[in-house]
């Protein structure tokens, strides 16, 4: 993903919206490795811009994916996650309990369609997810998880929302504050 002022003049460039709501948006992904939902996004930078709208998020990160500085992952967390390291190709580890996705780099040089399988499709590129348990959900994980159903119908664990905030709360100390 571009920096949040290169963002801007593609954005200006391509006859898009430049508002301080979108920079803040762009600034919040900017080095965020924790593949953040549209809600996890929107949260971040409520923090600061309490205007923000969830719509407004949404907006923003679909315009970002299709000009290609976003990627969006379907990983069946119960939301889309969108990753802004679209530079290097590269696979995830999904945790099934609390819903982290983190980066992994390797190569699968064996990893190939069978001769024949395909049939009339042309392969461009393949990712591999891997399903388990974070560190945290390992060791926290034996303690009774309390499940509920979010007013969307989708159950979410009380981990799930903790590690959400968490989340928000590291990567908010670590970038640089939008100017208000
Ligand atoms: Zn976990
Ligand atoms: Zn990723």
Known sequence: MHTPEE?????RAT???VTAQRQCIFRALQRNDTHPSAESVYESVRAELQTISLKTVYQTLHELAELGELH????GTGAVRFDPNVEEPHHHLVCRSCG???DLHATYEGLEVPPGAAQDFEVASAEVVFRGLCGECRTGGRRRRDQRTSPTGRARTTQESKYRQDNNRQHNKRREPCPS
Do not use: A
């Open 72 to 75: 969006t992952l379907d990983l």
């Open 15 to 17: 006859g898009r919206k």
């Open 7 to 11: 963002l801007t003049e593609l954005f």
């Open 100 to 102: 982290k996705v983190r």
